[in-house]
């Protein structure tokens, strides 16, 4: 694997502070459910036109992004549909903390071979990214008795989820595991131990990383390597993850195995490292080209590299 040696550096996404307010999302929250999604969502137009007219580096990265994944310069409202799209999966967390399911129309690709592995009993781990929706994997725990589903992250990002849950439904109570600690990943791992799947967003960093580099559409792009050293760590099957928006109403699950560290020896872990990474970048890639507006990082991301 080849490392950044400005790898200790705070990533840019870290640096840009994330907008929220607790007492607008309570009122967006009660005006969703009061007036339904179909009528509550004609707010998002106005919301997306303002971030693109005044979002100045939101709009520059979201015409960089779209630039690579549609091999061409990105029309202005190409650029609005994309913050759109950001703002409809927003907007449906709503519905689905609620465990409103029966708004959506929610299709599973890929999960007969993990339904096999975690039939078996042993927890998993997902590797998401900032792509879609991860929330509309609670769909799929719904339907299945007894699954457990824990999401690790940043520990301010975790703050700001809390926040947020509070403010859209109080009763809401998801398993979240801050990073970062020795704590956290004995937490991680006893979940694991519990048959629980564990979901990371491994496209960025769980605060201070190493750094990896790869290509993603075309260019030179850091990864953190935390996650991978965890899977290799804990010795779990690792499985791709990402909840896609395709327009209306409707998500689509997609889960792809990458790699399964369980029966690997000590010496094989760190090829299996690299191969876990290329995997990973190239899922998170096929999935950017045939879904372009399901990216939801917006800054830069190939200026980290």
Not at 27 to 55: D, E, K, N, P, W
Not at 245 to 266: K, P, Q, T, V, W
Not at 278 to 303: G, I, M, Q, S, T
Request: charged share 20%; with cysteine; hydrophobic share 45%.
């Amino acid at each position: 694997m080849s490392e950044d040696s400005g790898s200790n550096a705070k990533p840019q996404w870290m640096q840009q502070q994330e907008r929220g307010n607790r007492f607008w999302l309570r009122i967006m929250s009660t005006l969703s459910c009061l007036l339904g999604r179909r009528c509550s969502r004609l707010v998002l137009y106005g919301i997306a036109a303002y971030f693109v007219l005044f979002g100045g580096k939101a709009r520059r990265a979201s015409r960089s992004y779209l630039a690579r994944s549609l091999g061409r310069p990105a029309r202005w409202y190409e650029v609005y549909r994309h913050v759109l799209s950001f703002a409809t999966t927003i907007h449906d967390r709503v519905y689905l903390l609620r465990d409103r399911f029966d708004v959506f129309d929610i299709d599973l690709s890929g999960a007969e071979e993990l339904h096999r592995h975690y039939g078996g009993g042993q927890g998993l781990l997902l590797f998401g990214a900032h792509l879609g929706s991860f929330e509309v994997l609670r769909a799929m725990a719904r339907n299945r008795p007894g699954m457990q589903v824990s999401m690790a992250m940043y520990p301010e990002n975790a703050r700001q989820i809390n926040q947020a849950l509070a403010a859209i439904n109080p009763a809401a109570a998801p398993d979240i595991i801050a990073l970062g600690t020795l704590e956290a990943m004995l937490k991680v791992h006893a979940r694991l131990d519990e048959g629980a799947l564990v979901g990371i967003l491994a496209d960025r960093a769980a605060g201070a990383d190493q750094y990896l580099q790869r290509t993603l559409l075309g260019a030179p792009a850091r990864f953190p390597s935390g996650p991978l050293r965890m899977a290799a760590m804990l010795r779990r099957p690792v499985y791709f993850m990402a909840g896609i928006y395709l327009g209306g109403n409707r998500y689509r699950i997609h889960f792809e195995l990458l790699e399964d560290f369980s029966a690997l020896g000590r010496s094989q872990r760190e090829a299996a490292m690299q191969a876990l990474l290329d995997k990973y970048v190239a899922a998170l890639e096929r999935h950017c080209l045939a879904y372009p507006y399901n990216w939801f990082n917006f800054y830069d991301f190939w200026d980290e590299s």
